[in-house]
């Protein structure tokens, strides 16, 4: 009985160990460089198709400002359309504030409206970490579940691509960033893949090709699959403005796809 109690104990202590070494070293793999001295983003709007094998299925537009000297923020809506929303209605508005020094993300909120439930998403960016506090339902049916996920160095999704934009992005680089868009942490892995000509909707660029990995991160901060998402190729225009273009996801349901319909700058260059 000892005997196996010890072995138990040795093993648990072992499983320990390298669990707390394993994610010591993946944190020791993220980017620590700070934001880079590209030109930031000019005020704009840009609108998107999204949808999967061709087939368009939502719409979405984007505004992107600077109402104050020491702040980025990004304004989005997005819904389903045709045939899609009447099989599934959903309606998004998104809103996300970021530190235009350090391009650090301080408070995002999302709101989904569905067919029979709503759900608001409010994150909360410190130092240290997030909070996030999940409300779903309406009325006396309303239900708020809050939890605090501790790590410095945070993304939310705006602040991002605020982040990696900045970055030199030459070919075969690598960036590593720990992203929480919601109400779990990802280690997303983007590297750059090379430079070609991509024609969308909005015009033909030269873009810049990226390729996107993620691993969910656990309580214990491990790293686990993510099995809803496989990969990701993005495009990003090769210019002054770096402009999102496309997004070709491969996930649980097949491949799907984001891509640039048109975009307005506010101020003239």
Known sequence: ?????????????????????????????????????????????????????????????????KPSGDKFQLDGTGRTIGLVRL???LDVTHRAVANAETLHPIETQQTENYRSKKIATHLTFTNSGVTAAKTEGEGDAT???????????????????????????????????VVYP???????????????KISVHAATYN???????LKRIGK????????????????????????????EAQVFVGTVFAELQSVRFDTPK
């Open 1 to 65: 009985m000892f005997h196996r109690r010890s072995t138990q104990w040795a093993i648990a202590i072992l499983f320990a160990f390298c669990a707390g070494s394993l994610a010591a070293n993946w944190q020791a793999t993220v980017s620590r460089d700070p934001a880079g001295n590209f030109p930031e983003w000019r005020p704009l709007r840009a609108f998107y198709r999204f949808g999967w094998a061709g087939f368009t299925a939502a719409t979405g537009e984007v505004h992107f400002t």
């Open 87 to 89: 099989l599934w209605k």
């Open 143 to 177: 239900k708020t579940k809050t939890r605090q996920f501790s790590l410095p160095n945070l993304f939310d999704m705006h602040s991002a691509v605020l982040y990696l934009r900045s970055q030199p992005l030459g070919d075969h680089s690598v960036y590593r960033v």
């Open 182 to 196: 919601a109400t779990n942490a990802y280690l997303a892995t983007v590297t750059v893949a090379g430079r070609e």
């Open 207 to 213: 873009a810049i090709k990226l390729d996107l990995q």
């Open 220 to 247: 214990h901060l491990e790293l686990e699959p993510y099995r809803k998402f496989r990969r990701a190729t993005i495009w990003v225009s090769d210019d002054a403005e770096r402009i999102l273009l496309r997004i």
